[in-house]
């Protein structure tokens, strides 16, 4: 009996001892599984708080840049509302200078509307057929020249009664034009003048001469004094090379410029220049 009893012991003992062996394997096994799992949650863990640095790292850089777009749109607010007040001013000054041009170009063509009609009138009046007779425009000034044969005789400074005929249409076409100034200007030839108790040169010839039409065109024909300029320009203005007889011929002449009272249009033109 003690014999079986024995054999019953080992036998559970035996038993015993191989359920725990398996138990231990099994939970060998799990602690392993575990043990792998906290590994790999562990290397996530890693990169997940990597990644966040990184993250963090991008919004701290995301709000930093988000603030200087924030920044730079009021910057650009500012400078957007300047560069709209700027062009506005440049319109403005535009506006202005194109107001000054066509000011100026008004000036221009009255004054060329002026010298047009002038010219037109003088025409009319003189005549342009007689070649000794010539009406022209030059920069906007107005001069009739008048050939030395058709006013005095050589060496002389008396006018001739055929002159006083050419002068008496000019002075019809100044007597129109009461705000008109004319300067009646001498010129000779190179060939000296001989001289005598009155005169000395040439250029005392030329002013004589000048003097003798101011004095027709004021005592015989009428002509305002305050309208007229007496001047001798002697032999320095010559047309042509006083080489030949008929170039000779061709300076001595008096020039007759008509000067219409066109002061304001001038200054207002010189004004508005100033102010470019």
Not at 212 to 233: E, F, H, M, N, Y
């Amino acid at each position: 009996m003690r014999k079986v009893i024995f054999m019953f012991t080992l036998a559970a003992l035996s038993l015993t001892s191989c359920g725990t062996k398996k138990k231990i394997a099994e939970l060998e096994k799990q602690n392993k599984e575990c043990q792998d799992l906290l590994n790999s949650t562990t290397v996530k863990l890693n990169l997940c708080l990597t990644e966040k640095e990184s993250l963090n790292q991008q919004n701290d850089y995301l709000k930093k840049n988000n603030s200087d777009l924030i920044s730079n749109v009021g910057n650009m607010t500012t400078l957007t509302k300047q560069g709209a007040q700027n062009i506005e001013k440049a319109l403005e000054t535009i506006k202005e200078k194109d107001l000054k041009i066509t000011r100026m170009q008004d000036a221009l063509t009255k004054k060329d509307s002026v010298t047009l009609a002038l010219v037109t009138s003088l025409k009319s009046s003189v005549g342009i057929s007689d070649p000794d007779i010539n009406i022209n425009v030059e920069k906007g000034v107005v001069f009739i020249s008048i050939a030395d044969k058709l006013l005095f005789k050589s060496g002389s400074y008396t006018v001739s009664d055929r002159a006083k005929e050419v002068l008496a249409k000019v002075a019809k076409v100044i007597n129109d034009k009461p705000t008109f100034e004319c300067m009646v200007e001498g010129h000779t030839d190179n060939v000296p003048f001989t001289g005598n108790a009155i005169l000395i040169d040439n250029w005392d010839l030329s002013v004589k001469r000048s003097t003798a039409i101011v004095r027709v065109l004021t005592k015989d024909l009428g002509v305002k004094p305050s309208q007229l300029i007496a001047a001798g320009r002697g032999e320095f203005i010559p047309l042509v090379e006083n080489n030949t007889a008929e170039n000779r011929a061709a300076n001595r002449r008096t020039r007759i410029v008509i000067l219409p009272k066109i002061d304001e249009f001038y200054e207002m033109i010189e004004k508005e220049m100033k102010k470019q």
